[in-house]
Structures are given as structure tokens and as C-alpha cells.
């Protein structure tokens, strides 16, 4: 199916039409330190993994008079020290070593000036404003803290002279290509749904993205949740003149859960031939476990800079972030394999910190070294990641806190 995808987006260059192509390839290394609370010996214990991970983005796009086709290809492979898979904080099973999926494939229709209606794959990762971290490249819809998700949609766009509306209806159900197993396959099996509305406002220097959708979950087709998250986000782009960017993020989150019918599925995936006995082991930990029907309420905030600056005939920049948490905050953050930071993703607790040094070599090469510190110190409770409860109380122990460290080489062509 993937080949055939392939042929058919390259046969659009011999139609009469505009026809370009693009991407980046990212390579490079890094290294992760957590801090570990093991529950059986009711200590801290210290663990690190050496990372390598190279990934491409093939762009390809086509416009003929009223109708746009855009598709982003992706691919990456990675390997570890230790042999080991990756295996992020908040997934059940660990991130395949290689693959290949799409992060955008969608066609539009331009019905008047203002007015266009589409369909297809639609990312909403790599958003505002996470193009002050690299070479001003930025390719999704919306906020990256608030969702970070690709979905395949129905959507519709209303243009004016300095804004962008942008509607859609969209499933994180792989429907027509492969997206990514960047989210756990049990959200992704039928029945979940996200209603989203972007607006984007430009204003001389000033950028002003405001974002609302509503969530609905499923857990193997078995409700889960609902939830609101809504925010904005403000840049101010003085980076020509000055040098300087700078920029904020707040959001807000309604987590309204609902997962008595998943809970035999849960424990299926959590427990697997232990399932049976779910219920017996969560009367042993019971402030791990969350079946409740009830409502959570949460926010966070993001405040970032960036300075562009020139050391003899030689390019750089520095950027930073400050990752906030608030109460019982969710989102459509999951965090990925392909952004080359994870500091917003929606189950860190507390605070998250990132660093990031960038060299402009030429116009299509760039080097990059960054940090992150996060803190996690709560997990979310079996049922209700919304839900936390301490580290040292949590029935599986895990992360409390990461430092993330990335040297990263980028070629644009």
C-alpha cells in the first residue's frame, strides 16, 4: 500500500500543474539519565541509555488552478546502546526501531477566495511555536503543547487578509495510510475523535494562535474519556531586526472520565495473564488504580526566547522554554519520535526546562546540541492518566525525573 501511495504522489508531476518537492534529514545522537524509584527496594536508582536516530521528511506538493495536494513522507530507524527499544513514559508497549508512515497527506479544494474544504491526513505536530528551535521550520496546524497528534479529517479553512480559520473533524485512527505508532494502538482502534478549531491571527510582529477542540477517547473501541483543551499562543517576532524572539503559551484542560466499560481491556493490556486478578490488585494499591466517573481540571503554560546572533561571518542562535504544569492537565501532547524535543508532553508534572544551541553552517546545513530537564515525580493512575499519584506510591515505581541531552545535524534540500 505504501509503495502505491508513493507512485501515485510522484505521477502528479507529469499533470499539467506546479509541482515541488522538499525535506529535511536529521541525524544525530544523545543520551538519557533518569532517576528511577524501584518499588521493591524503595530506592532511587540512576539509569542511562546512548541513543542514535536518523529521519527523513519527504515534502511533496501540487497545486493545479482550485486544487492543492500536500503529503509528508516520513521514515526513521534508531538504535540504542543497550540493544534496547525505546519506550516512552506513557506508552504501553515500546517504539518499533524503524518504520515509515505519513504525517500529512490531504487534498483541497479552493471553493472561493476565502473558503476551502479538504480531506486527508493533518498534522497538528511540529506547530506554533516550535519553529524558534530550529531553522524557522514549522509545518503543522495549531499548538504543539496543546496536541501534537496527526489525524485523518474532513476540514475547512476560512482565509482573510492577516488570518487563518481552520475547522476539522478528525480520527487518530490510521483510516487510508500509515501515521505513526507514536500513539498507543489501543487509543486507535475505532471510535476516537477530536473536533478542532485554529485560528491564526498576524499582526505586524505579533502572532496570535487561539485553539478549542474537544477529544473523544476509546480504549479498544470501550469509552474512555472526554476532554477540552483549549489555549493560545503569543509570539513576538523581532528576529530580523533584533534578533529576538520571544513567546507564551497558557492552555486549559477538561478531562471528563468515563472508563468503567474499559476496565477489563485496561487490565488486559496492563496485566496481561494476570488480568483476572485486576480487581484484586488494585484493592492492594487502590490509589494506583482510577475507574472513577469523574471530572479533572488542569492548565500549563509555556514561556520561550530566541536570539539570533553572528560571531564574525558565522550564523547561531539560542533558544529556551520554560514547560509549566497546573492542577490535573491533559492534552493531545503524546510526545514523538521525530520532534527533536519532548518537553511539553501532557503526563510531565511540575516543571520542564529546554536549552537549545543552534549553528547556521549554510543555508541547508544545520548543527544543533541541546538539554532538557523534565520533572515527572507523579504518575497517572492506571485508568486516568489525568489522575496522579506520587512516584513512591505509584504500584509500578518509574521515572522521576529525565535529563535528555541531543546533538542533532540537520540537511534541508
Same mark, same amino acid.
Given at each position: 500500500?505504501?509503495?502505491?501511495?508513493?507512485?501515485?504522489?510522484?505521477?502528479?508531476?507529469?499533470?499539467?500543474?506546479?509541482?515541488?518537492?522538499? &525535506?529535511?534529514?536529521?541525524?544525530?545522537?544523545?543520551?538519557?539519565?533518569?532517576?528511577?524509584?524501584?518499588?521493591?527496594?524503595?530506592?532511587y536508582e540512576k539509569r542511562s541509555e546512548n541513543i542514535h536516530l536518523t529521519n527523513i521528511q519527504l515534502n511533496l506538493d501540487y497545486e493545479n488552478e482550485d486544487f492543492y495536494v500536500q503529503t509528508s513522507l516520513y521514515g526513521y530507524v534508531y538504535h540504542t546502546?543497550?540493544?534496547?527499544?525505546?519506550?516512552?513514559?506513557?506508552?504501553?508497549?515500546?517504539?518499533?526501531?524503524?518504520?515509515?508512515?505519513?504525517?500529512?497527506?490531504?487534498?483541497?479544494?479552493?471553493?472561493?477566495?476565502?473558503? *476551502?474544504?479538504?480531506?486527508?491526513?493533518?498534522?497538528?505536530?511540529?506547530?506554533?511555536?516550535?519553529?524558534?528551535?530550529?531553522?524557522?521550520?514549522?509545518?503543522?496546524?495549531?499548538?504543539?503543547?496543546?496536541?501534537?497528534?496527526?489525524?485523518?479529517?474532513?476540514?475547512?479553512?476560512?482565509?482573510?487578509?492577516?488570518?487563518?480559520?481552520?475547522?476539522?473533524?478528525?480520527?487518530?485512527?490510521?483510516?487510508?495510510?500509515?501515521?505513526?505508532?507514536?500513539?498507543?494502538?489501543?487509543?486507535?482502534?475505532?471510535?476516537?475523535? *477530536?473536533?478542532?478549531?485554529?485560528?491564526?491571527?498576524?499582526?505586524?510582529?505579533?502572532?496570535?494562535?487561539?485553539?478549542? *477542540?474537544?477529544?473523544?477517547?476509546?480504549?479498544?473501541?470501550?469509552?474512555?474519556?472526554?476532554?477540552?483543551?483549549?489555549?493560545?499562543?503569543?509570539?513576538?517576532?523581532?528576529?530580523?531586526?533584533?534578533?529576538?524572539?520571544?513567546?507564551?503559551?497558557?492552555?486549559?484542560?477538561?478531562?471528563?472520565?468515563?472508563?468503567?466499560?474499559?476496565?477489563?481491556?485496561?487490565?488486559?493490556?496492563?496485566?496481561?495473564?494476570?488480568?483476572?486478578?485486576?480487581?484484586?490488585?488494585?484493592?492492594?494499591?487502590?490509589?494506583?488504580?482510577?475507574?472513577?466517573?469523574?471530572?479533572?481540571?488542569?492548565?500549563?503554560?509555556?514561556?520561550?526566547?530566541?536570539?539570533?546572533? *553572528?560571531?564574525?561571518?558565522?550564523?547561531f542562535f539560542v533558544s529556551g522554554e520554560w514547560f509549566h504544569v497546573y492542577g490535573d492537565w491533559i492534552s493531545g501532547n503524546h510526545g514523538n519520535i521525530?520532534?527533536?524535543?519532548?518537553?511539553?508532553?501532557?503526563?510531565?508534572?511540575?516543571?520542564?526546562?529546554?536549552?537549545?544551541? &543552534?549553528?547556521?553552517?549554510?543555508?541547508?546545513?544545520?548543527?544543533?546540541?541541546?538539554?532538557?530537564?523534565?520533572?515527572?515525580?507523579?504518575? &497517572?493512575?492506571? &485508568?486516568?492518566?489525568?489522575?496522579?499519584?506520587?512516584?513512591?506510591?505509584?504500584?509500578?515505581?518509574?521515572?522521576?525525573?529525565?535529563?535528555?541531552?541531543?546533538?542533532?545535524?540537520?540537511?534541508?534540500?
Amino acid at each position: 500500500m505504501k509503495k502505491i501511495i508513493i507512485l501515485a504522489l510522484l505521477s502528479l508531476s507529469l499533470i499539467a500543474g506546479d509541482f515541488s518537492y522538499g &525535506g529535511t534529514l536529521n541525524t544525530g545522537g544523545g543520551k538519557v539519565q533518569a532517576d528511577v524509584f524501584n518499588p521493591k527496594t524503595q530506592s532511587y536508582e540512576k539509569r542511562s541509555e546512548n541513543i542514535h536516530l536518523t529521519n527523513i521528511q519527504l515534502n511533496l506538493d501540487y497545486e493545479n488552478e482550485d486544487f492543492y495536494v500536500q503529503t509528508s513522507l516520513y521514515g526513521y530507524v534508531y538504535h540504542t546502546k543497550s540493544g534496547d527499544p525505546l519506550k516512552f513514559i506513557n506508552y504501553y508497549e515500546p517504539v518499533e526501531k524503524q518504520d515509515i508512515f505519513f504525517r500529512s497527506l490531504y487534498i483541497s479544494y479552493k471553493a472561493t477566495d476565502e473558503i *476551502s474544504i479538504g480531506a486527508g491526513v493533518l498534522p497538528l505536530s511540529n506547530s506554533t511555536p516550535t519553529k524558534y528551535n530550529n531553522d524557522y521550520i514549522q509545518d503543522g496546524e495549531g499548538i504543539y503543547m496543546l496536541n501534537d497528534s496527526v489525524l485523518t479529517s474532513v476540514f475547512a479553512t476560512y482565509k482573510t487578509e492577516n488570518s487563518r480559520t481552520i475547522l476539522l473533524l478528525g480520527t487518530i485512527d490510521p483510516l487510508l495510510v500509515p501515521t505513526g505508532n507514536y500513539i498507543d494502538e489501543t487509543l486507535r482502534q475505532g471510535g476516537s475523535y *477530536s473536533i478542532v478549531l485554529v485560528n491564526k491571527l498576524q499582526m505586524d510582529k505579533f502572532e496570535l494562535t487561539t485553539q478549542v *477542540s474537544f477529544n473523544h477517547m476509546e480504549f479498544e473501541q470501550k469509552n474512555l474519556s472526554d476532554a477540552w483543551v483549549s489555549g493560545m499562543a503569543l509570539v513576538y517576532d523581532d528576529s530580523e531586526d533584533s534578533g529576538w524572539s520571544v513567546y507564551g503559551v497558557a492552555g486549559f484542560s477538561v478531562y471528563n472520565n468515563d472508563n468503567a466499560d474499559s476496565k477489563s481491556a485496561i487490565y488486559d493490556k496492563v496485566f496481561k495473564e494476570k488480568a483476572p486478578a485486576g480487581d484484586y490488585i488494585a484493592s492492594l494499591y487502590p490509589n494506583s488504580f482510577n475507574f472513577e466517573k469523574k471530572t479533572y481540571y488542569g492548565g500549563a503554560s509555556l514561556l520561550g526566547a530566541r536570539k539570533d546572533f *553572528s560571531i564574525g561571518k558565522q550564523d547561531f542562535f539560542v533558544s529556551g522554554e520554560w514547560f509549566h504544569v497546573y492542577g490535573d492537565w491533559i492534552s493531545g501532547n503524546h510526545g514523538n519520535i521525530y520532534m527533536e524535543q519532548n518537553n511539553q508532553t501532557f503526563n510531565i508534572r511540575d516543571n520542564s526546562y529546554f536549552l537549545n544551541l &543552534g549553528y547556521l553552517i549554510t543555508n541547508n546545513f544545520m548543527f544543533r546540541i541541546s538539554t532538557t530537564y523534565l520533572e515527572y515525580e507523579e504518575q &497517572g493512575k492506571i &485508568g486516568n492518566l489525568a489522575d496522579t499519584v506520587p512516584t513512591e506510591e505509584f504500584i509500578g515505581g518509574g521515572i522521576n525525573s529525565q535529563v535528555v541531552t541531543r546533538v542533532v545535524f540537520t540537511y534541508k534540500f
